[in-house]
């Protein structure tokens, strides 16, 4: 069964370090999702991805972060300058269609990151 | 807003146990409502889901209704096994492409 694939599993930086985080989607798909879970709390949406654009954000999603698919298969999460709380679990989801109602994500295992 | 809240765990269980996992929701309008599943080491996957008022979801075993009523969706297994030891977690989805999670659930069943 196809899988979404995410690097690293686990990251550990230091505050203010820049971090990627990378992401290969199931190969025919075409919308693209981060969410974060911090430790003990829920799981967040943080951004949608769609044609090379983000397509919504929440407002965890700020300018210290930013998604791009630099080569049309990775798709990746950067953040500019970590801060501890940025210390979660962060998974990828991919989608073949838009992911309301009845269509379905799948997701990778998750790449937690450590900020120390 | 909308919102998911699920109760906490850990769930411990002897397998063959009847297995409940409450969660309730709060959404404007009609939501689609799932379960996710994540095992050891593995990423999310879908469970089950239901897209509207009274449908029953189902898969492995696992059920939950869509109830509007009482707005919530709640997991149960009739007999559980070691296999189903993982976090299960409720969301929704509403007009856009987001799902709203709730925190999760352990559940772990022993021998």
């Known amino acids: 069964e196809p899988e979404v694939t995410q690097t690293p599993s686990h990251q550990v930086t230091q505050m203010g370090q820049e971090v990627i985080l990378r992401c290969v989607p199931i190969s025919n798909h075409l919308y693209f999702y981060w969410y974060r879970q911090i430790l003990g709390q829920k799981v967040e949406f943080l951004v949608s991805f769609y044609n090379n654009e983000i397509s919504e954000k929440s407002e965890i999603f700020d300018d210290q972060f930013s998604v791009e698919r630099p080569d049309g298969s990775n798709f990746t999460l950067k953040i500019r300058s970590t801060k501890l709380e940025d210390s979660a679990m962060y998974f990828c989801a991919t989608s073949r269609a838009r992911a309301s109602g009845a269509n379905v994500l799948t997701f990778g295992a998750g790449s937690r990151l450590t900020v120390l | 807003g909308n919102s998911v809240t699920q109760m906490e765990g850990p769930v411990t269980l002897s397998e063959e146990a009847f297995l409940t996992i409450n969660c309730t929701y709060t959404?404007?309008?009609?939501?689609?409502l799932f379960w996710y599943v994540q095992y050891p080491g593995e990423g999310l996957q879908l469970l089950l889901k239901a897209t509207k008022a009274d449908d029953k979801g189902s898969n492995k075993g696992f059920e939950a209704t869509y109830r509007k009523e009482t707005t919530s969706f709640h997991l149960e297994k009739g007999s559980v096994q070691v296999s189903d030891s993982a976090v299960y977690f409720c969301a929704l989805s509403y007009n856009t492409d987001k799902l709203i999670f709730g925190t999760g659930t352990r559940l772990q069943v022993f021998p």
């Open positions: 959404a404007t309008g009609y939501p689609s």
